[in-house]
């Protein structure tokens, strides 16, 4: 089990990449070079009996799944849709993130419908539209 030393460790650790990865993500291959199975054949074939350290993971991640990533933020990209996140956003994530926020009605959480719906307000002030319209965010592919 990971303490509050270690996970603010491994927190700065994590956003000192994440800064760097920004700061340079135009270098990586858009699309990613491997082939099928290439990455499924790196990760083990049973779960771990016990926990694996961070720093492993952490590794592992580095070593085997970033090589299999699209870089959908990276200015080269030019497919699908277009980047789709910020380093504001990012910020904003690791709070919900950690707070474990569950957003799906008022009931769950008061401050994040509230949000959403004065936010959605403000979209609608700034397109223009008549006073009338109402809605929510659907993000969907």
Not at 41 to 47: A, F, G, T
Not at 58 to 66: M, R, T
Not at 135 to 141: A, E, K, L, N
């Amino acid at each position: 089990m990971m303490n509050n030393d270690d996970f603010r460790k491994y927190a700065h650790e994590f956003a000192d990449w994440m800064a760097d990865y920004y700061g340079q993500v135009e270098k990586y291959p858009v699309k990613s070079p491997v082939k099928p199975r290439e990455i499924y054949d790196r990760i083990p074939d049973s779960p771990p009996v016990k926990g694996v350290p961070m720093d492993r993971i952490f590794n592992d991640f580095k070593d085997i799944i970033l090589p299999g990533i699209t870089h959908w933020q990276s200015p080269n990209y030019f497919a699908y849709f277009t980047a789709n996140t910020s380093y504001p956003s990012i910020l904003a994530e690791m709070l919900t993130a950690a707070m474990g926020a569950q957003c799906m009605i008022w009931d769950t959480s008061p401050a994040a419908a509230e949000l959403e719906e004065k936010m959605m307000n403000w979209l609608r002030e700034m397109l223009g539209l008549p006073e009338t319209f109402e809605g929510v965010i659907q993000d969907t592919g």
